[in-house]
Antibody, heavy 122, light 107 residues
Framework: QVQLVQSGAEVKKPGASVKVSCKAS????????MHWVRQAPGQGLEWVGW????????TSAQKFQGRVTMTRDTSISTGYMELSRLTSDDTAVYYC???????????????WGQGTLVTVSS | DIQMTQSPSTLSASVGDRVTITCRAS??????LAWYQQKPGKAPKFLIY???SLESGVPSRFSGSGSGTEFTLTISSLQPDDFATYYC?????????FGGGTKVEIK
């Protein structure tokens, strides 16, 4: 079965960086985009970006450009999202997600990781 | 960016009720709309794509409709497991965006 298992909770100081990992299993990792979506406490969902694990190409929302780096290690079917210059506004649960659909369905979120809480506090 | 607006933000209903949630896009997104269900402390669950296509394994009491800028999610007969927050998401263009959510509460 499809599983996305994320790394554990992080506490960071303002200005620091955080790197979250997401290990995929149950499907061919390089066949489908891996997306990152975040959710601030008590708030809605916000798309961060995606990485194509096959090529390494990435696309991110403009508000994160210059601060977010998405990478992957195909040898261990793991994606990574690093966010730099953290502020308190970045406190959120960060999810990885994939669709297992191609074409227009590649930007859907059919399968989700369990989420990683990132807390930014001085 | 395409803004997605859901209404109502909160809905109180009873088991067995028919429930309808509306999602409006700030510009036409054709049928590139999905719906998700989220329970507290859990990741969202994928329900519907392309406005009206039910994802495999999702109960048939869930249905979606609409195109262009106005969409609806309907639960034909609300079950105890359906009390949750529902989000719409457009995938017509980047950035992918979500509605603010509709919380379905027990009346």
């Amino acid at each position: 079965q499809v599983q996305l298992v994320q790394s554990g909770a992080e506490v960071k100081k303002p200005g620091a960086s955080v790197k979250v990992s997401c290990k995929a299993s149950g499907y061919t990792f390089t066949d489908y985009y891996m997306h990152w979506v975040r959710q601030a406490p008590g708030q809605g969902l916000e798309w961060v970006g995606w990485i194509d694990p096959n090529s390494g190409a990435t696309t991110s929302a403009q508000k994160f450009q210059g601060r977010v780096t998405m990478t992957r290690d195909t040898s261990i079917s793991t994606g990574y999202m690093e966010l730099s210059r953290l502020t308190s506004d970045d406190t959120a649960v960060y999810y990885c997600a994939t669709s297992l659909k191609r074409g227009d369905g590649c930007n859907l979120f059919g399968y989700w990781g369990q989420g990683t809480l990132v807390t930014v506090s001085s | 960016d395409i803004q997605m607006t859901q209404s109502p933000s909160t809905l109180s209903a009873s088991v067995g009720d028919r429930v309808t949630i509306t999602c409006r896009a700030s510009q036409s997104i054709s049928s590139w709309l999905a719906w998700y269900q989220q329970k507290p402390g859990k990741a969202p669950k994928f329900l519907i794509y392309k406005a009206s296509s039910l994802e495999s394994g999702v109960p048939s009491r869930f249905s979606g409709s609409g195109s262009g800028t106005e969409f609806t999610l309907t639960i034909s007969s609300l079950q105890p497991d359906d009390f949750a927050t529902y989000y719409c998401q457009q995938y017509n263009s980047y950035p992918l965006t979500f509605g603010g959510g509709t919380k379905v509460e027990i009346k």
